[in-house]
């Protein structure tokens, strides 16, 4: 006879792709924390399994891994998660917003697709139950899981503003602009792309049958290091070549580049990746290729004649790729420029193959380079450019920007790759603004932008002491002229043509500014003349011109105010003048040619 008590700590694990792990119910149960993912690892998690995802149909198609989930069998033949509820969350907000933007697309909704959002299971009493793959059983969530599932448009409900709440919507906002930007319309690519990503991602489910058995693999699993193997099989290769005497000290260098990589909660082998874009002629590695290109390219690199010497480098690069997640220069000095792409672009890491290629220049000269790269890397942004494009891109031009020395040679370098680069997105990034609502971007990217265009004007008028953007955007509201949820009078007062929805308007981004938070709070959702008073006491020249024409006398400030307009009433034609008026700013605030 099985003795029950040896059975009941029994462990399963399997390798599961999505496809597979879908295929059964999920619910986390109600002493479970909140969704606690932002939009960085939203984004992250996205960005990796783009970087695997293979450029063309036929090519072929390495498995990835993103981690396992810990679950215990619950009733009815459905799984309490007890570890990965944030991993197993975000899956399922993709394939709902897979499903949603290509009905946006006019696409069909696949049955496959739909079938991994919910389906039919088998009640104890025999019935047939209707059940989304997962579900959130704390309070916290307030439904908004099963909202998404269903297609329920956020702007259409009224839900508790709970951490959950916003954070689910803040990380399935992000899964959309990630849809949009990588495959703007391409409704075959997004649909190559989802079929990667439920049949090539993978996670480990392990499964036990108590909770208390699955609590203490959970504790165990999150107390052991995965080991790096690509790595170890690099560091392999160099001690291979080195001398014996030398061991302890490739040893001692090694463990210092991994150490540094691991305080700056960067990925090993992404940094391997980007060490080689930056530092050889290659504009095309997956991560999976990464030792062989080492173990074939041993002349070029150096390892086999000087190890020691190669462990030295590739250790200083792994310093100045911390320092640059950091917002730092080489120098360990602050960038405000590479701190305004993270607040762009929290998952962005292209940019790390162009500032490795430039680690040799001057700090000012790297500064300005910084400076032309957030301007680049938000046309890229804002254009839906696909990140696998510009990173190709950095990958190819970083060969010419090693050769830099001088000023000058910089220059001449920005003048071959970056202004091209901008003048052929100059008509996509004049209709992208001239179209911009807030449900098109994430919240933190609109909020960016909006400060960015409020942190040019006051620079501009009042100098240095305006230059840093966190200070535009950390403690300021973004403010609806017309409120979201307007009052009767703003109603009555806001006209518009009849074809048109006054909802329409509120999104755009001509609807909204930077407000100081008690000034905000204290206008609340009064009327448009009301809230003038407030806008005249804001610190941020773009909201105050909104009420009044700023001359103060100094031709500084004046420049910096040129082409804003004061308004005396706010309607759809306001709100259409103003979206014009900042496309124009923005053209100026981010270097785009005219």
């Not at 991994?116 to 989304?132: F, V, W």
């Not at 500014?513 to 009064?526: A, M, Q, V």
Request: charged letters at 25%.
């Amino acid at each position: 006879m099985t003795n029950p008590q040896v059975q009941s700590q029994t462990i399963e694990s399997l390798d599961l792709s999505v496809e597979k792990i879908l295929s059964d119910f999920y619910v986390v149960p109600s002493y479970q924390r909140e969704y606690v993912w932002d939009e960085e690892q939203v984004e992250q998690l996205m960005n990796d399994v783009y970087e695997a995802f293979p450029d063309l149909p036929g090519l072929p198609t390495a498995e990835y891994f993103i981690g396992s989930i810990v679950v215990t069998p619950g009733a009815e033949g459905v799984f309490e998660l007890i570890d990965g509820q944030q991993r197993m969350t975000t899956i399922f907000l993709f394939v709902c917003a897979m499903r949603d933007r290509l009905q946006g697309l006019g696409v069909e909704t696949i049955t496959h697709l739909s079938k991994q959002i919910a389906s039919t299971s088998m009640s104890e009493l025999g019935l047939e139950i209707l059940r989304y793959r997962v579900s959130l059983q704390y309070e916290d969530s307030a439904n908004v899981l099963e909202h998404v599932a269903r297609g329920d448009a956020f702007e259409d409900l009224d839900l508790p503003r709970t951490r959950s709440v916003e954070n689910i919507q803040r990380a399935y906002e992000a899964i959309m602009a990630f849809l949009r930007t990588s495959f703007d319309e391409d409704a075959d690519e997004l649909r190559r792309f989802y079929a990667y990503f439920i049949n090539r991602v993978k996670l480990v489910r392990i499964r036990t049958e108590s909770v208390a058995h699955a609590l203490k693999v959970f504790e165990t699993v999150n107390d052991r290091g995965v080991g790096l193997d690509s790595m170890d099989l690099l560091k392999n290769l160099m001690f291979m070549r080195a001398e014996r005497v030398e061991f302890d000290r490739l040893k001692e260098i090694w463990k210092d580049l991994i150490d540094t990589l691991f305080e700056a909660g960067e990925k090993p082998l992404r940094f391997l990746r980007y060490f080689i874009f930056a530092n050889f002629k290659v504009d095309r590695l997956k991560e999976d290729q990464i030792y062989r290109w080492f173990s074939d390219n041993e002349a070029a690199c150096g390892y086999g004649e000087d190890p020691l010497g190669f462990a030295k480098r590739l250790r200083q690069s792994g310093k100045h790729y911390a320092r640059f997640t950091k917002s730092k220069n080489v120098d360990g000095t602050d960038n405000r420029y590479l701190s305004n792409i993270y607040s762009l672009s929290y998952a962005a890491r292209q940019q790390y193959i162009l500032l490795l290629a430039a680690s040799h220049l001057a700090v000012a000269d790297f500064i300005e380079l910084s400076r032309q790269l957030e301007n680049l890397f938000f046309a890229y942004i804002i254009t839906r450019e696909p990140t696998k494009e510009f990173e190709r891109r950095f990958a190819q031009w970083a060969p010419y920007l090693r050769k830099c020395r001088t000023r000058g040679e910089l220059q001449a370098f920005l003048d071959e790759y970056f202004d091209p680069a901008r003048r052929r997105l100059t008509t996509r990034y004049e209709l992208a603004f001239q179209e911009l609502h807030e449900y098109q971007v994430p919240k933190y990217r609109m909020r960016y932008i909006i400060g960015k265009l409020a942190q040019y004007v006051n620079e501009q008028a009042y100098g240095a002491t305006e230059a840093d953007l966190t200070k535009f955007l950390s403690t300021r509201d973004v403010e609806h002229i017309l409120s979201q949820t307007p009052s009767d009078v703003e109603v009555a007062t806001f006209t518009h043509p009849e074809d048109t929805e006054l909802a329409d308007y509120i999104p755009m981004l001509g609807n909204m500014t930077l407000l100081e938070h008690s000034i905000n709070r204290s206008i609340g959702n009064r009327p448009f003349v009301e809230k003038l008073e407030g806008y005249r006491q804001s610190h941020f020249l773009l909201t105050r011109s909104i009420a009044q024409p700023i001359r103060l006398g100094a031709t500084q400030i004046d420049r910096a105010v040129d082409g804003l307009e004061t308004f005396a009433a706010w309607n759809a034609g306001a709100v259409e003048r103003r979206q014009a008026i900042l496309t124009e700013l923005a053209r100026r605030v981010w270097d785009m040619p005219a």
